[in-house]
Nanobody
């Protein structure tokens, strides 16, 4: 079984940066994909980025390409989401999730691939 704990959320002005962390613990090595999702009030949860842990291949949705970076530190069992040039529309609760493989994050089915979720961390971008 895998457990996920996010941290690093907060409030920032437009154009600012935040770094989210997702600590992965547990002995289940079959959950090879870590994804970041977000959900704004009144909206569906949407994929942001994922990383396939065995080879660190990453994928981003178009709305965050060039601004967000997903990475991992295997020694710390941690996956990061560096968020730069933040916009008001990035405001949401951010979740990390683990799954057996990495789906296309723009797919409406992506959420179903991930079967283990963290508790979420709030990101607010406002002037």
């Amino acid at each position: 079984q895998v457990q996920l704990v996010e941290s690093g959320g907060g409030s920032v002005q437009p154009g600012g940066s935040l770094s989210l962390s997702c600590v992965v613990s547990g002995s289940d090595t079959s959950r090879r994909c870590i994804g970041w999702f977000r959900q704004a009030p009144g909206k569906e949860r949407e994929g942001v980025a994922n990383i396939y842990r065995p080879n660190a291949v990453t994928e981003y949705v178009d709305s965050v390409k060039g601004r967000f970076i997903i990475s991992q530190d295997n020694a710390k069992n941690t996956v990061y989401l560096q968020m730069n040039s933040l916009k008001a529309e990035d405001t949401a609760m951010y979740y990390c999730a683990a799954g057996p493989w990495c789906p296309v994050m723009t797919s409406t089915l992506a959420v179903r691939i991930f079967d283990t979720w963290g508790q979420g961390t709030q990101v607010t971008v406002s002037s």
